[in-house]
């Protein structure tokens, strides 16, 4: 039988970033004769009613065998899967991967090593009161300089570092009514991280960053990258650490520990694949594709 998929991004974000990630698995797929179309989210709507789920917009006569889902878009990768159609990577792994919050949540209840972290109390809206006193127990666990994370962000932009108790009462004023964290800073790690790029039980690529003016190594904001060869531990934690979200892929970042031992940063469930294959020489979408064909054939 002869495979048809789908790859959906998303069609609001500006920039071609998101429609690369998606040609660039359509090329794997046509490698192995998969016939794939890519739409965007907005083409693709999902409608309820009293006795049905189905979808409006292109495409919608002809559903698929799989979906590759490049976007963040929960409810429409939802809507897809309560139609039958088989999405990597799924709407709760997604959503477990944008919520920085749950994925330590699940991290730490699999024992895997993450950065000390207090989760901020949730505010529906911005008090009169500044909230630092809340703050008081995490800031003697964690101490300064400390890290301030948003539960949803990319690229590195949602993540601040603070060193004192003024900048730390600045920050938590400017973000009262968005779920945040406060974790310890890897001063270990700064400016350095790695990046291994995980599909089902192995790690296909891997690249280590640094920045020589920034905290953060993304490359998005600047940072450098080099092929890398992970160690055997590091290679089953960032393994353990998709499985403990359910990825199917994902790019996950480790930091550099005080002992040199890895700390998990975050997972990355839709992690772009032409930087790893601009520094590795290895394209990960053709690793995707075989992980697909053996999962739904």
């Not at 749950?102 to 529906?124: E, M, R």
């Not at 490359?219 to 992970?230: L, R």
Request: proline share 3%.
């Amino acid at each position: 039988m002869k495979l048809n998929g789908w790859i959906i991004y998303n069609g609001y974000l500006p920039g071609n970033k998101f429609l690369d990630f998606a040609e660039w698995i359509q090329q794997a797929a046509a490698k192995q004769r998969i016939d794939t179309n890519i739409y965007k989210n907005n083409e693709l709507l999902g409608l309820l009613t009293s006795g049905s789920v189905n979808l409006l917009g292109t495409g919608r006569d002809r559903l698929p065998d799989f979906v590759v889902f490049a976007d963040k878009d929960t409810y429409l990768a939802k809507q897809l899967e309560l139609l039958g159609i088989r999405v990597f990577n799924s709407s709760e792994t997604i959503a477990l991967s944008d919520d920085k919050i749950a994925s330590y949540q699940s991290l730490a209840l699999n024992h895997l090593p993450v950065p000390k972290t207090v989760i901020a109390p949730k505010s529906f809206h911005k008090t009169t009161k500044n909230p630092i006193d809340d703050y008081q127990e995490a800031i003697n666990i964690l101490g300064f300089p400390m890290i301030i994370k948003e539960a949803f962000g990319s690229f590195g932009e949602q993540v601040h570092l603070v060193d004192t108790r003024d900048e730390l009462a600045e920050k938590i004023r400017q973000l009262q009514s968005r779920p945040f964290m406060v974790q310890e800073f890897i001063s270990s790690s700064y400016g350095k991280d790695k990046r291994l790029h995980v599909v089902g039980d192995e790690v296909v690529a891997a690249m280590s960053r640094h920045s020589e003016n920034d905290f953060r190594a993304n490359v998005t904001a600047g940072g450098k990258m080099q092929a890398y060869h992970p160690s055997s531990g590091e290679k089953r934690i960032a393994v353990t650490a998709a499985k403990a979200i359910g990825a199917d892929f994902a790019g996950v970042d480790l930091l550099i520990g005080s002992d040199n031992s890895p700390v998990i940063c975050e997972i990355n469930s839709n992690a772009h694949i032409r930087n790893m294959f601009d520094c590795t020489g290895i394209n990960v979408a053709d690793f995707i594709i075989d992980y697909i064909k053996n999962e739904i054939q």
